[in-house]
């Protein structure tokens, strides 16, 4: 396999994978959207938010916590720490 082919093919799948991920992510958002909206009562629609959108604040915050690590040691270590994250 020449490498432009393998580029190619491996950059294709990462394409795939990263779509599928987006299509993952924006239906959970969409689904507690719906959850949360579904309630009525103020108080537990705040209170569903706060637990459902726990796990991915948490995520996240790590992953900036890790960013600010190592954007002192070198720059593109930043993007490494996101993409290792991402999956």
């Not at 637990?51 to 991915?56: H, N, S």
Request: charged share 15%.
């Amino acid at each position: 396999m020449h490498a432009h082919t393998h580029i190619h093919t491996t950059n294709t799948h990462t394409h795939s994978h990263t779509n599928t991920l987006a299509a993952q992510v924006h239906t959970f958002y969409e689904a507690v959207g719906l959850m949360v909206g579904a309630e009525s009562d103020v108080a537990k629609r705040d209170e569903y938010l706060v637990r459902l959108m726990a796990p991915p604040n948490a995520t996240w915050q790590q992953i900036i916590d890790q960013v600010r690590v190592h954007a002192c040691m070198r720059p593109c270590a930043c993007v490494c720490v996101v993409r290792a994250s991402l999956h």
